[in-house]
Every structure is written in C-alpha cells, then in structure tokens.
C-alpha cells in the first residue's frame, strides 16, 4: 500500500513510526521499537521497517539523541559550525542546521555520516531535523494560538526535554538528566524562575515515555 506520510523518530531508547497510509483518511499506522543495550537505533528502525517501500509522499525524521545547541540566526555561519558544538567529538560526524519557526533561532547539531547516508539511501525525499526543533515549533505554534505560557515536557529514560514558550516567545529549550521525581521538579522550577515566570501562570504538557516515567510525571 502506497504511503502518504511516514513520520519516524530515532531516540537512544525508542524508534517510533507512524504511517499513514493514502487514502486512509486520517487513518495512522503507529509502530514502536526497543533499542536495547549497544544497538544502534538507526539499524533497528531499518530491521523494523524492511516492509516498507520508499514510496512515501513524504518522509520526516526526528533525531532525539544528538547534542544540539540554539543559535540565534543572525549570527550562524556555516563554517563556523564546530565552535558551536565545541567538546563533542565530531569525527565521522555531519553538522546539520535547523531553521527554526517563529524565532530567527538555528538548532545545529552533529548527527553520523552513516546515519544520515543511510536514510538518504531509502527515503531521498526525507527531511531530517533535530527533536528539540520539532518541540520548539510545535510548542510555539500551541503557544501562539492559545496566547498563553506553555511547558512542555518529553521524558524518555532517565532524561528529558523541557521546552518553555511565552506566546510567540520561546524562552528556553534543554535536555536534562534526571534520577528522581524530586530533580525534576527542581529543574522545572528553576527554568520558570530564570525567566520570573510563576508557575501558576503556566500550562504544562507532557510526552514520550510517560507509563515508564509516571511517578516522576
């Protein structure tokens, strides 16, 4: 069957994919696979989905592992990319650019050559981008349409994304480690304070991982 969509996401922990198929209506086809202890998540969404064709209308991709650091656009020069992701091992690595929605902001970001070839290789019409692009431009657009102060926050394994938005303002987006309820709590309120944002004057949403991290939630 002919594919309208495919929407992938590479995580250290999870592949997700969700298809929808043409035709369907707003019918989508979800799959979920683990990535167990030294398997590369890129090989195991391939194993996972040898059955489907690269016949895909459209193709996305969203890396979830990556470091990535936001850069106003204004100052992003491409062949100054390594100074951004300065301390990271960039051998074998490609540096990727996301333009960011609404903000005049770049995630940059290093992914492997291999990686990123092999995708190219079965879905040539693919657009790739990092995680916390796709959180940020949804949560803005969210936060535009309900003029209001979001928090969002996607948990996988031990980590999170925590994104916050004021209207059409994104205000911060990071990845952070955690072993307890307690320390997200902390970082959640300490990423409120930076920025004099009480939270009662915020909404909080949350994604990814949530049965595995439910007390923490």
């Known amino acids: ?9 590479l995580s250290k ?12 209506g707003n019918a989508f086809l979800e799959k979920a696979f683990d990535v167990g202890y030294n398997q590369s998540p890129l090989h195991v969404f391939l194993d996972g989905m040898k059955q489907v064709t ?17 850069v106003p656009e204004v100052l992003v ?4 990319a390594p ?39 079965k879905y040539p019409n693919i657009i790739v981008r990092h995680f916390a692009s796709v959180l940020v431009d949804a949560t803005l ?6 003029k209001s102060t979001l928090v969002e926050l996607d948990f996988e394994n031990e ?24 320390d997200v ?14 939270p009662n004057e915020v909404c909080i949403s949350t994604s990814g991982l949530v049965d595995f991290n439910m007390a923490s939630i």
Request: charged content about 20%.
């Open 77 to 80: 020069i491409v062949a100054e």
């Open 83 to 121: 100074s951004y992701l300065v301390g990271n091992d960039l051998t074998g690595k490609r540096i990727l650019f996301d333009k960011l929605s609404r903000s005049g902001i770049v995630c940059v970001y290093p992914v492997e050559h291999d990686v990123y070839e092999k995708l190219i290789l």
């Open 54 to 70: 690269t016949g895909a209308q459209a193709v996305y991709c969203a890396l979830k592992y990556p470091f990535f650091v936001l």
């Open 141 to 146: 657009k969210k936060g535009i349409a309900e």
């Open 185 to 198: 709590l902390y970082f959640v309120l300490y990423g409120l304070e930076q920025f004099d944002i009480l």
């Open 1 to 9: 069957m002919a594919l309208e969509a495919l929407y992938i996401g």
């Open 13 to 24: 922990h999870k592949v997700l994919c969700c298809e929808k198929p043409a035709g369907q």
């Open 159 to 182: 980590e999170f994304y925590m994104c916050i938005t004021k209207g059409a303002s994104l205000m911060m987006c990071n990845r952070f480690a955690f072993k307890s309820p307690e």
